[in-house]
Structure formats: structure tokens, C-alpha cells
């Protein structure tokens, strides 16, 4: 079955560009049907979504991050990656990349990577 | 804050029934379909109820989910202890134009 292993720093210093990559095995990043997503839980809290890559290319992007946001694929490393710039402490979480099916208004996130904590601190 | 809302917390004694409720509104759960996540400490979530009512091959049919207008119920029956748990409700937000999540309730078997 698909898994999903994401790996980064998990330490930033503050104003940097946070960078995060999802390694799929099992399926391919590339296979019709598929988003690819970010999503995060600040430490004790709910989780946010970051946005969504779909197999295509296309991104689409939580607006309140959207201007700092950019979701990427490397189809040859069957990867796709986060990146999160000028990121403050407010961005320390624990990332999670999660493979997204979408069919006639239904979404669900399936399966969950096990999580990468960032944390963002001089 | 959240644009779903939870309960923060929730518990029950083993055997007993625990009902989760989540709120939203009609550009979200009055819109949408709703999926309920659940995530044991220091673990990542995983998915256990999509498209309101719908349960994943391998998830125990002591977990249903429901949809009325805009809000959404999870309902575990025949609590036990293993179901200790947050469990994060979450459906697409079309005022927001994203994908939202309520903040969370924890489950506690007493």
C-alpha cells in the first residue's frame, strides 16, 4: 500500500525558508486522481492545511499562508516538497504530508506521513 | 481558532456510548461531505470516517458517523479502552476557499 516518509531540518532560524520533502513508496506522485498535500498542527493544537499539489502540477494553497507557500513535485524521485519562507515562531509544527483522493465533492486525507516537527528558533 | 467547533473534551466508561458533535456552517459541513480523523499522541491522524458515514476497510463498526444540516456527529458505541484518542473533524470551506478542521476532541475511557 502507499506510504508517504517526509524528512527536513527540524530546526529554522527565524526569516529562513522552511523546506520539507515527502517521499511516496507504494504508488506514484504522478498517478491520475491524486492531490498531494501539507498540513500541520502548531504543538497541542488542531490541524491546518497547507494546500494541495494535484498529479498534474497544479497548486492550490491555503490563502492565509499563500503568499508564503509553495508546494513542488520531482516526479523522478517520486517526491513532492514544501516550501514555507520568512517563517517566524508562529510556524513551528509538526508537518504532515498526506496523499489526498477527491471524487464528486468528497475529500479525504489517506494516508498520513508520520510527521516532521519544525521548530523555528534563533 | 477554529471554524469547525468541538467539544475540547469528551469520556465515558467502557461499553458506554460517546458521541463527538462538530458545527459548521453552510459554506462548510452545509456544503460539503465530512471526514472524521483520529490521533493518538504523538502519532499522525488517520482517517476514520469520509463522506460523513463511510467507514475505511479495517476501522470497527462501533465508530458511525452522521450529517444534519451543518453539523456532524462521530459516535463510538461499545467504548473501549483502546479508543483513547483526539478526533479532529474536517471538511472543505468554500467561504474560506480551503480546507478546514475543528480543533479537536479528546476522548478519555474512565
Known amino acids: 500500500q502507499v506510504q508517504l516518509q517526509g524528512s527536513g531540518p527540524g530546526l529554522v532560524k527565524p526569516s529562513q525558508t522552511l523546506s520539507l520533502s515527502c517521499t511516496v513508496s507504494?504508488?506514484?506522485?504522478?498517478?491520475?486522481?491524486?492531490?498531494w498535500s501539507w498540513i500541520r498542527q502548531h504543538p497541542g493544537k488542531g490541524l491546518e492545511w497547507i494546500g494541495y499539489i494535484y498529479y498534474t502540477g497544479s497548486t492550490y494553497y491555503n490563502p492565509s499562508l499563500k503568499s508564503r507557500v509553495t508546494i513542488s513535485m520531482d516526479t523522478s524521485k517520486n517526491q513532492f516538497s514544501l516550501k514555507l519562507t520568512s517563517v517566524t515562531a508562529a510556524d513551528t509544527a509538526v508537518y504532515y504530508c498526506?496523499?489526498?483522493?477527491?471524487?464528486?465533492?468528497?475529500?479525504?486525507?489517506?494516508?498520513w506521513g508520520q510527521g516532521t516537527l519544525v521548530t523555528v528558533s534563533s | 481558532q477554529s471554524v469547525l467547533t468541538q467539544p475540547p473534551s469528551a469520556s465515558g466508561t467502557p461499553g458506554q456510548r460517546v458521541t463527538i458533535s462538530c458545527s459548521g456552517s453552510?459554506?462548510?459541513?452545509?456544503?460539503?461531505?465530512v471526514n472524521w480523523y483520529q490521533q493518538f499522541p504523538g502519532t499522525a491522524p488517520k482517517l476514520l470516517i469520509f463522506s460523513n458515514d463511510q467507514r475505511p476497510s479495517g476501522v470497527p463498526d462501533r465508530f458511525s458517523g452522521s450529517k444534519s444540516g451543518t453539523s456532524a456527529s462521530l459516535a463510538i458505541s461499545g467504548l473501549q479502552s483502546e479508543d483513547e484518542a483526539d478526533y479532529h473533524c474536517?471538511?472543505?470551506?468554500?467561504?474560506?476557499?480551503?480546507?478546514?478542521f475543528g480543533s479537536g476532541t479528546r476522548v478519555t475511557v474512565l
Open positions: 474536517a471538511a472543505w470551506d468554500d467561504s474560506l476557499r480551503g480546507y478546514v
Open positions: 498526506v496523499r489526498v483522493i477527491s471524487w464528486g465533492g468528497n475529500t479525504k486525507f489517506d494516508p
Open positions: 453552510n459554506s462548510n459541513i452545509g456544503s460539503y461531505t
Open positions: 507504494g504508488g506514484s506522485v504522478s498517478s491520475g486522481g491524486y492531490y
